[in-house]
């Protein structure tokens, strides 16, 4: 399984980017898919996750209301919209895979998901 991002770039505060997370080799489609993103000098934290049988979408608090997550079964990948965006955002972005549908306890736990892409840069500058 391959998770392939893209989408990223440097952008001042306030603006936008869209990041696409396409999957190769197995598909996610009954699972979950999620964004992850690590800032130098911290831990990798969640930004946004996305499951099968779920109308629902979970965020991190430091993103909800300015990021949007959605998904494309029938292309198997997962965008995320970044909105109002602010220098704090700027970390290497990662998309993320479960081949299982995650519990909703563990949904932000970086365990939950198997596969992960090779991440992308987003640099917001103030």
């Known amino acids: 399984v391959q998770l392939q991002a893209s989408g990223g770039g440097s952008v001042q505060a306030g603006g936008s980017l869209r990041l696409s997370c396409a999957a190769s080799g197995r598909t996610f489609s009954r699972g979950g898919m999620a964004w992850f993103r690590q800032a130098p000098g911290k831990e990798r934290e969640f930004v946004a996750a996305?499951?099968?049988?779920?109308?629902?979408?979970y965020y991190g608090d430091s993103v909800k209301g300015r990021f949007t997550i959605s998904r494309d079964n029938a292309k198997n990948t997962v965008n995320l919209q970044m909105n109002s965006l602010k220098p704090e955002d700027t970390a290497l972005y990662y998309c993320a895979g479960a081949i299982n549908r995650p519990i909703s306890s563990a949904l932000r736990e970086r365990a939950s998901y198997k596969s992960w892409g090779q991440g992308t840069q987003v640099t917001v500058s103030s």
């Open positions: 996305i499951r099968w049988g779920d109308t629902n979408a």
